[in-house]
Protein backbone atom coordinates (compact mmCIF):
# COMPACT_ATOMS: atom_id res chain seq x y z
CA UNK A 1 0.00 0.00 0.00
CA UNK A 2 2.56 2.25 0.67
CA UNK A 3 4.45 1.13 -1.84
CA UNK A 4 1.94 2.16 -4.26
CA UNK A 5 1.23 5.78 -3.03
CA UNK A 6 5.17 6.28 -2.71
CA UNK A 7 4.77 5.32 -6.57
CA UNK A 8 1.90 7.70 -7.36
CA UNK A 9 3.69 10.31 -5.18
CA UNK A 10 7.26 9.52 -7.74
CA UNK A 11 4.87 9.51 -10.70
CA UNK A 12 2.98 12.84 -9.67
CA UNK A 13 6.77 14.40 -9.22
CA UNK A 14 7.90 13.33 -12.65
CA UNK A 15 5.06 14.23 -14.30
CA UNK A 16 5.54 18.05 -12.61
CA UNK A 17 9.17 17.84 -13.64
CA UNK A 18 8.00 16.95 -17.29
CA UNK A 19 5.33 19.93 -17.40
CA UNK A 20 8.58 21.86 -15.98
CA UNK A 21 10.71 20.81 -18.36
CA UNK A 22 7.94 21.10 -20.95
CA UNK A 23 6.91 25.17 -19.92
CA UNK A 24 10.47 25.96 -20.13
CA UNK A 25 11.45 23.88 -23.10
CA UNK A 26 8.34 26.31 -24.72
CA UNK A 27 9.63 29.19 -23.23
CA UNK A 28 13.14 28.36 -24.81
CA UNK A 29 11.07 27.63 -28.04
CA UNK A 30 9.79 31.05 -28.44
CA UNK A 31 13.25 32.68 -27.11
CA UNK A 32 14.44 31.38 -30.64
CA UNK A 33 11.80 31.23 -32.30
CA UNK A 34 11.36 35.32 -31.15
CA UNK A 35 15.29 35.30 -31.82
CA UNK A 36 14.65 33.97 -35.40
CA UNK A 37 12.04 36.43 -35.75
CA UNK A 38 14.21 39.07 -35.04
CA UNK A 39 17.29 38.07 -37.49
CA UNK A 40 14.66 37.63 -40.20
CA UNK A 41 13.15 41.17 -39.41
CA UNK A 42 16.84 42.49 -39.63
CA UNK A 43 17.36 40.83 -42.86
CA UNK A 44 14.13 42.18 -44.42
CA UNK A 45 15.08 45.89 -43.35
CA UNK A 46 18.93 45.60 -44.62
CA UNK A 47 18.02 44.67 -47.72
CA UNK A 48 15.75 47.22 -48.19
CA UNK A 49 17.89 49.70 -47.43
CA UNK A 50 20.94 48.14 -49.63
CA UNK A 51 18.08 47.86 -52.43
CA UNK A 52 16.75 51.60 -51.71
CA UNK A 53 20.91 52.74 -51.74
CA UNK A 54 21.23 50.50 -54.89
CA UNK A 55 18.36 52.88 -56.79
CA UNK A 56 19.82 55.73 -55.52
CA UNK A 57 23.66 55.29 -56.75
CA UNK A 58 21.81 53.76 -59.78
CA UNK A 59 19.69 56.97 -60.33
CA UNK A 60 22.11 59.70 -58.85
CA UNK A 61 24.95 58.30 -61.32
CA UNK A 62 22.46 58.39 -64.56
CA UNK A 63 22.11 62.11 -63.78
CA UNK A 64 25.88 62.10 -63.77
CA UNK A 65 25.25 62.03 -67.30
CA UNK A 66 22.47 64.05 -68.11
CA UNK A 67 21.30 67.39 -66.06
CA UNK A 68 18.60 69.05 -67.23
CA UNK A 69 19.59 72.93 -68.14
CA UNK A 70 16.11 74.34 -68.82
CA UNK A 71 13.34 72.25 -67.11
CA UNK A 72 9.71 72.61 -68.34
CA UNK A 73 7.98 73.10 -65.52
CA UNK A 74 10.19 76.15 -64.51
CA UNK A 75 9.71 80.04 -66.33
CA UNK A 76 13.06 81.62 -67.40
CA UNK A 77 13.91 85.07 -67.53
CA UNK A 78 17.29 84.22 -69.06
CA UNK A 79 19.62 81.53 -68.06
CA UNK A 80 23.02 81.21 -70.21
CA UNK A 81 26.09 78.98 -70.45
CA UNK A 82 29.27 80.44 -71.76
CA UNK A 83 31.42 77.65 -73.51
CA UNK A 84 34.78 77.96 -75.46
CA UNK A 85 33.94 79.09 -79.08
CA UNK A 86 35.70 75.81 -81.59
CA UNK A 87 38.52 77.35 -83.74
CA UNK A 88 36.35 76.68 -87.07
CA UNK A 89 33.61 78.60 -85.63
CA UNK A 90 35.63 81.69 -84.88
CA UNK A 91 38.19 81.42 -87.91
CA UNK A 92 35.56 81.35 -90.27
CA UNK A 93 33.07 84.41 -88.06
CA UNK A 94 36.26 86.74 -88.63
CA UNK A 95 35.61 87.47 -91.90
CA UNK A 96 32.52 88.98 -90.82
CA UNK A 97 32.42 92.26 -89.40
CA UNK A 98 29.99 92.64 -86.35
CA UNK A 99 29.15 89.27 -86.06
CA UNK A 100 31.59 88.08 -84.29
CA UNK A 101 29.90 87.17 -81.25
CA UNK A 102 31.35 88.17 -77.52
CA UNK A 103 31.52 84.53 -76.33
CA UNK A 104 30.25 81.57 -77.45
CA UNK A 105 26.90 80.22 -75.58
CA UNK A 106 23.66 78.58 -75.67
CA UNK A 107 20.61 80.81 -73.88
CA UNK A 108 17.19 80.22 -72.69
CA UNK A 109 14.36 82.38 -72.24
CA UNK A 110 10.43 82.01 -71.72
CA UNK A 111 9.97 85.79 -71.77
CA UNK A 112 10.94 86.71 -75.67
CA UNK A 113 7.84 85.14 -77.05
CA UNK A 114 4.43 85.47 -75.19
CA UNK A 115 2.42 82.38 -75.08
CA UNK A 116 -0.07 83.64 -77.28
CA UNK A 117 2.30 84.61 -79.68
CA UNK A 118 3.40 81.33 -79.69
CA UNK A 119 -0.50 79.97 -80.29
CA UNK A 120 -0.99 81.54 -82.79
CA UNK A 121 2.37 80.16 -84.51
CA UNK A 122 1.13 76.76 -83.52
CA UNK A 123 -2.30 76.78 -85.46
CA UNK A 124 -0.15 78.60 -88.38
CA UNK A 125 2.02 75.45 -88.33
CA UNK A 126 -0.73 73.01 -88.25
CA UNK A 127 -2.69 74.54 -90.78
CA UNK A 128 -0.20 74.08 -93.35
CA UNK A 129 0.96 70.46 -91.44
CA UNK A 130 -2.06 68.81 -92.09
CA UNK A 131 -2.38 69.52 -95.48
CA UNK A 132 0.98 67.66 -95.67
CA UNK A 133 2.37 64.16 -93.43
CA UNK A 134 6.08 62.67 -93.80
CA UNK A 135 5.66 58.83 -93.69
CA UNK A 136 7.83 58.82 -90.72
CA UNK A 137 7.97 60.56 -87.29
CA UNK A 138 8.99 64.13 -88.97
CA UNK A 139 7.65 66.41 -91.31
CA UNK A 140 8.21 69.99 -91.33
CA UNK A 141 6.99 72.94 -93.56
CA UNK A 142 9.22 76.01 -94.45
CA UNK A 143 7.38 78.83 -95.46
CA UNK A 144 9.98 80.65 -96.91
CA UNK A 145 10.61 78.14 -100.11
CA UNK A 146 7.18 76.52 -99.24
CA UNK A 147 8.51 73.36 -98.56
CA UNK A 148 6.25 70.92 -96.67
CA UNK A 149 7.12 67.09 -95.95
CA UNK A 150 4.71 64.78 -98.14
CA UNK A 151 4.76 60.74 -97.68
CA UNK A 152 8.85 60.42 -98.22
CA UNK A 153 9.14 63.60 -100.18
CA UNK A 154 8.42 67.71 -99.78
CA UNK A 155 5.64 69.30 -101.96
CA UNK A 156 5.81 73.53 -102.80
CA UNK A 157 2.68 73.95 -101.29
CA UNK A 158 2.55 77.74 -102.99
CA UNK A 159 1.68 75.40 -105.99
CA UNK A 160 -1.17 73.23 -105.02
CA UNK A 161 -4.41 73.95 -105.80
CA UNK A 162 -5.75 72.53 -101.99
CA UNK A 163 -3.22 74.61 -100.16
CA UNK A 164 -4.55 78.00 -102.07
CA UNK A 165 -4.28 80.99 -99.65
CA UNK A 166 -4.10 78.60 -96.98
CA UNK A 167 -1.83 81.68 -94.94
CA UNK A 168 -3.06 85.22 -94.43
CA UNK A 169 -1.65 88.10 -94.25
CA UNK A 170 -2.15 88.33 -90.98
CA UNK A 171 -0.31 84.94 -90.29
CA UNK A 172 2.52 86.31 -92.47
CA UNK A 173 2.90 89.48 -90.02
CA UNK A 174 2.66 87.28 -87.16
CA UNK A 175 5.89 85.08 -87.91
CA UNK A 176 7.63 88.51 -89.21
CA UNK A 177 6.88 90.00 -85.74
CA UNK A 178 7.75 86.57 -83.86
CA UNK A 179 11.55 86.74 -86.33
CA UNK A 180 11.91 89.86 -85.53
CA UNK A 181 12.17 89.53 -82.20
CA UNK A 182 13.97 86.65 -82.20
CA UNK A 183 16.87 88.42 -83.98
CA UNK A 184 16.83 91.34 -81.40
CA UNK A 185 17.25 88.44 -78.69
CA UNK A 186 20.47 87.07 -80.54
CA UNK A 187 21.47 90.41 -81.74
CA UNK A 188 21.40 91.47 -77.29
CA UNK A 189 22.61 88.20 -76.05
CA UNK A 190 25.29 87.45 -78.34
CA UNK A 191 26.43 91.12 -78.42
CA UNK A 192 26.28 91.61 -82.27
CA UNK A 193 25.01 94.18 -84.54
CA UNK A 194 20.97 93.49 -85.13
CA UNK A 195 21.75 95.01 -88.68
CA UNK A 196 24.44 92.48 -89.46
CA UNK A 197 22.62 89.39 -88.96
CA UNK A 198 20.35 88.07 -91.32
CA UNK A 199 17.55 85.09 -91.26
CA UNK A 200 18.69 82.48 -92.99
CA UNK A 201 17.75 78.69 -94.94
CA UNK A 202 16.25 76.47 -93.74
CA UNK A 203 13.67 78.22 -91.16
CA UNK A 204 10.95 76.20 -90.37
CA UNK A 205 8.45 74.52 -88.50
CA UNK A 206 8.83 70.81 -87.42
CA UNK A 207 6.15 68.19 -86.05
CA UNK A 208 7.64 65.36 -84.61
CA UNK A 209 5.60 62.13 -83.79
CA UNK A 210 6.65 58.74 -82.36
CA UNK A 211 5.62 56.99 -86.02
CA UNK A 212 9.24 54.90 -86.86
CA UNK A 213 11.35 56.37 -89.32
CA UNK A 214 10.91 55.68 -92.94
CA UNK A 215 13.44 58.54 -94.82
CA UNK A 216 16.63 59.52 -93.43
CA UNK A 217 14.99 63.29 -92.99
CA UNK A 218 12.90 61.60 -90.09
CA UNK A 219 16.03 60.72 -88.52
CA UNK A 220 16.30 64.04 -86.09
CA UNK A 221 17.88 61.79 -83.07
CA UNK A 222 21.97 62.23 -84.56
CA UNK A 223 23.89 64.16 -82.57
CA UNK A 224 25.23 66.87 -85.08
CA UNK A 225 26.48 70.56 -85.62
CA UNK A 226 24.35 72.69 -87.15
CA UNK A 227 27.22 74.97 -88.99
CA UNK A 228 28.25 71.62 -90.71
CA UNK A 229 24.24 70.43 -91.24
CA UNK A 230 23.11 73.74 -92.91
CA UNK A 231 26.58 75.24 -94.04
CA UNK A 232 24.69 78.86 -93.45
CA UNK A 233 23.95 78.38 -89.65
CA UNK A 234 25.69 81.32 -87.43
CA UNK A 235 23.24 81.61 -84.89
CA UNK A 236 20.58 78.78 -84.27
CA UNK A 237 17.40 79.27 -82.43
CA UNK A 238 14.26 77.16 -81.24
CA UNK A 239 11.11 78.02 -80.51
CA UNK A 240 9.23 75.65 -78.72
CA UNK A 241 5.80 75.90 -79.07
CA UNK A 242 4.56 73.05 -76.72
CA UNK A 243 4.95 71.07 -73.43
CA UNK A 244 7.65 68.54 -72.62
CA UNK A 245 5.70 65.66 -70.88
CA UNK A 246 2.13 66.83 -71.34
CA UNK A 247 1.73 67.66 -75.36
CA UNK A 248 4.47 64.84 -75.58
CA UNK A 249 6.67 62.59 -73.81
CA UNK A 250 10.78 62.18 -74.76
CA UNK A 251 12.02 64.96 -77.60
CA UNK A 252 14.20 66.60 -74.80
CA UNK A 253 16.79 69.01 -76.48
CA UNK A 254 19.76 67.79 -75.64
CA UNK A 255 23.53 69.50 -75.78
CA UNK A 256 26.26 66.80 -76.13
CA UNK A 257 28.91 68.22 -73.50
CA UNK A 258 32.33 66.30 -72.82
CA UNK A 259 31.21 64.79 -68.98
CA UNK A 260 27.28 66.18 -68.66
CA UNK A 261 24.96 66.70 -70.88
CA UNK A 262 22.34 69.07 -70.68
CA UNK A 263 18.62 68.87 -71.40
CA UNK A 264 16.24 71.55 -72.61
CA UNK A 265 12.79 70.80 -72.26
CA UNK A 266 10.47 71.86 -74.64
CA UNK A 267 7.88 74.77 -72.99
CA UNK A 268 5.68 76.40 -75.22
CA UNK A 269 7.19 79.98 -76.41
CA UNK A 270 10.36 79.14 -74.94
CA UNK A 271 13.02 80.42 -77.03
CA UNK A 272 16.69 78.89 -76.96
CA UNK A 273 19.80 80.33 -78.89
CA UNK A 274 23.10 79.16 -79.44
CA UNK A 275 26.21 79.70 -81.82
CA UNK A 276 25.99 77.07 -84.49
CA UNK A 277 29.78 75.78 -84.27
CA UNK A 278 31.06 72.68 -82.80
CA UNK A 279 30.91 74.13 -79.31
CA UNK A 280 26.98 73.60 -79.25
CA UNK A 281 26.63 69.58 -80.61
CA UNK A 282 23.17 68.22 -79.69
CA UNK A 283 20.51 65.88 -81.23
CA UNK A 284 17.00 65.67 -79.97
CA UNK A 285 15.51 63.03 -78.09
CA UNK A 286 12.80 60.38 -79.57
CA UNK A 287 9.51 61.21 -79.19
CA UNK A 288 7.66 58.19 -77.68
CA UNK A 289 4.26 59.83 -77.84
CA UNK A 290 2.20 63.10 -78.39
CA UNK A 291 3.37 65.76 -81.03
CA UNK A 292 6.30 68.04 -80.67
CA UNK A 293 6.10 71.17 -82.36
CA UNK A 294 8.66 74.27 -83.30
CA UNK A 295 10.29 76.37 -84.97
CA UNK A 296 14.04 76.04 -86.00
CA UNK A 297 14.90 80.07 -86.64
CA UNK A 298 18.29 80.49 -88.00
CA UNK A 299 20.74 83.42 -88.90
CA UNK A 300 23.51 83.90 -90.84
CA UNK A 301 26.21 86.36 -90.26
CA UNK A 302 26.92 85.74 -94.40
CA UNK A 303 24.13 88.68 -96.13
CA UNK A 304 24.64 86.23 -99.50
CA UNK A 305 22.67 83.72 -97.59
CA UNK A 306 20.26 85.82 -96.25
CA UNK A 307 16.20 84.86 -97.03
CA UNK A 308 13.09 87.20 -97.75
CA UNK A 309 10.37 87.25 -95.40
CA UNK A 310 7.51 85.41 -96.43
CA UNK A 311 4.08 86.98 -97.64
CA UNK A 312 1.45 86.56 -99.54
CA UNK A 313 3.13 87.72 -102.81
CA UNK A 314 3.95 83.71 -102.43
CA UNK A 315 0.73 83.14 -103.92
CA UNK A 316 1.41 84.90 -107.09
CA UNK A 317 3.42 83.03 -109.61
O1 LIG B 1 13.76 70.85 -82.54
C1 LIG B 1 14.78 70.91 -81.85
O2 LIG B 1 14.74 70.98 -80.62
C2 LIG B 1 16.14 70.86 -82.51
C3 LIG B 1 16.12 70.66 -83.97
C4 LIG B 1 17.49 70.70 -84.56
O3 LIG B 1 18.45 70.28 -83.98
C5 LIG B 1 17.68 71.30 -85.87
O4 LIG B 1 16.70 71.74 -86.48
O5 LIG B 1 18.83 71.35 -86.32
FE1 LIG C 1 20.24 71.12 -84.92
Not at 35 to 46: D, E
Not at 114 to 139: V, Y
Not at 185 to 207: C, Q, R, W
Request: charged residues 25%; aromatic residues 10%.
Amino acid sequence: MQDSRKRNVNKNISEKNSVGENVSERKNNDISSSKNNNLSLRVISRSVVIFSLLIIVYFSSNDDKTKPFAKQSEILTGKGQVIECSSDYLKELDKYEGCFPKQCKRFVSDKVISEREADELLTIAKKGLQLGGSSGGASILDLHSGALSMGEHFINIYKIAAAKNTFSENDFNIYRVVKEKVKYAVAHHFGVNPNKIYLTHPTFFSEITSKKSVTVHDEYWHPHVDKETYKSFHYTTLLYLGDYNKDFKGGRFVFVDENVNKTVEPRKARLSMFTSGSENLHYVEKVTSGVRYAVTISFTCDKQHAIENPSTDKYKN
